[in-house]
């Protein structure tokens, strides 16, 4: 499995952005998808993860600002990001679960900065 993000880049304080990651490979064998960020001289955290069956998991500090989807296949899912705060700022990896075994997309930045 590969993971391609895209999308990130700077925004002010309370705009939005939104994330894509398009999988390719053995894209059946995906059953979680999801993104992680870290921030300089942090750990990487849990930012919002979807299952097969399209029930979500956020991290408490996105909850009701972030809104994780997938398109009609398992091929891209998005993470929607709306009001956004400086500390949203962060490199953002797409991840993805398959047979057992983490994927990771590279890193895509996020600046939230006035």
């Known amino acids: 499995v590969q993971l391609q993000a895209s999308g990130g880049g700077l925004v002010q304080p309370g705009g939005s952005l939104r994330l894509s990651c398009t999988a390719s490979?053995?894209?059946?064998?995906?059953?979680?998808m999801g993104w992680y960020r870290q921030a300089p001289g942090k750990q990487r955290e849990l930012v919002a993860l979807?299952?097969?069956?399209?029930?979500?998991n956020y991290a408490d500090s996105v909850k009701g600002r972030f809104t994780i989807s997938r398109g009609a296949t398992k091929i891209t899912h998005y993470l929607q990001m709306n009001s956004l705060k400086p500390e949203d700022t962060a490199v953002y990896y797409c991840?993805?679960?398959?047979?057992?075994?983490?994927?990771w997309g590279q890193g895509t930045q996020v600046t939230v900065s006035s």
């Open positions: 979807i299952g097969s069956g399209g029930r979500t």
């Open positions: 991840y993805g679960e398959a047979t057992g075994r983490a994927y």
């Open positions: 490979g053995s894209i059946f064998s995906i059953n979680v």
